[in-house]
C-alpha cells in the first residue's frame, strides 16, 4: 500500500461517525501526534507540485487534525474548586497521619527494640526479642518478596531478615483502612509501608523472588501507608480499625436527582458526585437490575450486582484528579425498547438511552476534549416501567 493509499485509509477510518477516532481509536491525541508526522510530507506537495490534488490534501490533512485537536472549550472560574478541596483534604489528613503515628511510637517505647533484631533466627535465642515490638522503616512494594504465591513485607540490615506477610488478618485491616482513605480521601497512596510489630516466636525461611532468607516474623501492631494513612491495628472502631483523621471526614450528600430528570440529568450527576467525592450518591445512580436486548429472547435479571463498583470509583475519582479537568454529555440518543414487558409475565417494560461524553483535558495550554484509552466516552441509561433512569454501563467516568 502506497503512502497515499495508507493516508485515504487512516483518514477515512478516523473520521468515521461510527468507528472513528472518537469512539474506538487508541486515543485522539496519541492519533494527532502521529497526524502531524505527516505534516512535513503534505507541506512538500503543496510547494513544490501545487494544484487541485495538492490542494485537496491539504485541507483533509488539515480536517483530520482538526477533529483529532478537540473541540476548545472555556471552563468557568470555580470549574476546579473540587480539587482544591481535595488537596486541603489530603494535607490536613497527612498531618493528622504524620502525628499519628508519632504518638504511637512514643507511647509504645517502653516495649519496643531500640534497634533492628540481628539474631539467628534459627540458632540464636529468640527468647529475648520475642513479644517486643520493633520499628520496621517504610519500604516500598520492591523490596517485598514472594514465596509459594504468597506476598511478603521483609526487611533486611546486616544481613537479619525481619517478614510480615501480606495477607494476614491484621494485615487485611490495615488494607481496608488504605482502601477506604482511597475511596474518602484521595484515590492514589504510595504503597511504601513503615511497621510497628510485634516479634513472633516462631522464625520463617521463605524460597523465593530467586533468593532464600531465614528470618523472625512480627505481626503488625500499626502501620504507615504511604506517609498517608496511620492505622492502630488495635483500634476497636466497628467495621475494622480507622485512619488517622477518618472521624473528622465529613460527606455532604445531594442524592441523587428527581425521579423524573432526564438521562442527560442522570449523567451529569454522576460526573458531579465523582467530583464532589460523594461515592452514595454515584452508587445510587446505577442500576440494580440488568436488561439485555435480544431480538429472539430478552435477558432480565431483576437483580444485578457490579462486584467491580469500587475499583472503577476509585479509578474515576483517579481521572477527574489528574488527566481529566472535565467531563460533559455531548449527545443523547433516541429512546428504544429493550424489552416490551409483554414477552413472558412479570417481565418489566425497559427502555434505554446512549449517551456520549465529552472529557476535557490541558494539552499545550489548552483546555480541550479528547479520548483515550483511560476514558469511557459511550454510555448507557436504562429504566424499567417508566421508572427513573439509571446507568446500565459498568465502568470508570
Known amino acids: 500500500m502506497s503512502w497515499l493509499e495508507k493516508r485515504v485509509f487512516d483518514w477515512e477510518r478516523l473520521l468515521d461517525s461510527t468507528f472513528g477516532a472518537w469512539r474506538t481509536s487508541r486515543g485522539t491525541r496519541a492519533e494527532l501526534a502521529n497526524h502531524l508526522g505527516h505534516k512535513a510530507r503534505v507541506d512538500f506537495l503543496v510547494e513544490h507540485h501545487p494544484g487541485p490534488f495538492a490542494t485537496a490534501m491539504r485541507e483533509d490533512w488539515e480536517t483530520v487534525r482538526a477533529c483529532l485537536d478537540g473541540d476548545l472549550v472555556t471552563l468557568p472560574a470555580d470549574a476546579l474548586e473540587f480539587r482544591t478541596r481535595g488537596e486541603e483534604q489530603v494535607k490536613a489528613i497527612g498531618l493528622q497521619a504524620a502525628a499519628a503515628w508519632k504518638v504511637l511510637l512514643e507511647a509504645r517505647a517502653g516495649e519496643t527494640l531500640g534497634a533492628f533484631p540481628v539474631i539467628d533466627p534459627f540458632r540464636g535465642d529468640r527468647s529475648a526479642v520475642t513479644g517486643k515490638l520493633v520499628s520496621l522503616p517504610t519500604l516500598t512494594q520492591r523490596e517485598w518478596l514472594v514465596d509459594m504465591g504468597k ?153 444485578w450486582t457490579w462486584n467491580g463498583r469500587d475499583s472503577e470509583w476509585v479509578r474515576s475519582r483517579q481521572l477527574l484528579l489528574n488527566k481529566v479537568l472535565d467531563a460533559r454529555v455531548r449527545w443523547m440518543g433516541d429512546v428504544r425498547v429493550v424489552i416490551r414487558g409483554d414477552e413472558a409475565p412479570g417481565l418489566p417494560r425497559v427502555e434505554e438511552v446512549e449517551l456520549e461524553l465529552d472529557h476535557v483535558g490541558l494539552f499545550e495550554g489548552q483546555t480541550r476534549t479528547f479520548k483515550s484509552v483511560d476514558v469511557r466516552r459511550r454510555w448507557t441509561v436504562q429504566r424499567r416501567n417508566g421508572g427513573p433512569w439509571r446507568i446500565t454501563s459498568e465502568q470508570r467516568l
Open 151 to 303: 506476598n511478603y513485607l521483609a526487611w533486611n540490615q546486616s544481613g537479619a531478615w525481619v517478614f510480615c506477610p501480606a495477607s494476614t488478618p491484621a494485615m487485611n485491616k490495615v488494607f481496608s483502612a488504605m482502601q477506604r482513605y482511597q475511596k474518602r480521601v484521595a484515590p492514589s497512596v504510595r504503597l511504601d509501608i513503615a511497621v510497628l510489630g510485634r516479634i513472633l516466636p516462631d522464625p520463617r525461611l521463605l524460597a523465593g523472588s530467586g533468593r532464600t532468607a531465614a528470618g523472625l516474623e512480627v505481626e503488625p501492631v500499626a502501620a504507615l501507608v504511604g506517609g498517608v494513612v496511620c492505622v492502630d491495628v488495635s483500634d476497636p472502631s466497628e467495621g475494622g480499625p480507622r485512619f488517622a483523621g477518618e472521624e473528622t471526614l465529613r460527606q455532604e450528600r445531594f442524592g441523587a436527582p428527581a425521579d423524573d430528570a432526564s438521562p442527560r440529568e442522570v449523567l451529569t450527576a454522576m460526573i458531579s458526585a465523582v467530583k464532589r467525592g460523594d461515592q452514595e450518591t454515584w452508587n445510587g445512580l446505577f442500576a440494580d437490575w440488568r436488561a439485555v436486548p435480544d431480538a429472539d429472547r430478552p435477558i432480565y435479571y431483576p437483580v
